[in-house]
């Protein structure tokens, strides 16, 4: 396993996750089904992740926020 990558506790396989359990794959092992571990940390009820992943895959990359901005201006 990379060293970059942190394992906690909480890094669980996929059929291990409970409702309401993050779904974000955080590190591969191919020792568990499915190669990967995911992140188990709480959700809402109408969330698959977690509040601090759900703020990685839902955010606006500022580059392209100014580019799609320039391209309205230019039409």
Do not use: K
Not at 19 to 41: I, K, M, N, T, W
Not at 47 to 58: A, L
Not at 65 to 72: D, G, K, P, V, W
């Amino acid at each position: 396993m990379p060293e970059n990558i942190r394992v906690t506790s909480r890094d669980v396989p996929l059929i291990q996750l409970g409702l309401y359990q993050c779904r974000f794959p955080v590190s591969e092992d191919p020792s568990v089904p499915g190669g990967y571990r995911f992140c188990a940390g709480s959700t809402s009820p109408d969330r698959v992740y977690c509040d601090h992943h759900h703020g990685i895959v839902t955010a606006v990359d500022p580059r392209r926020a100014r580019s799609a901005l320039a391209q309205r201006r230019a039409a």
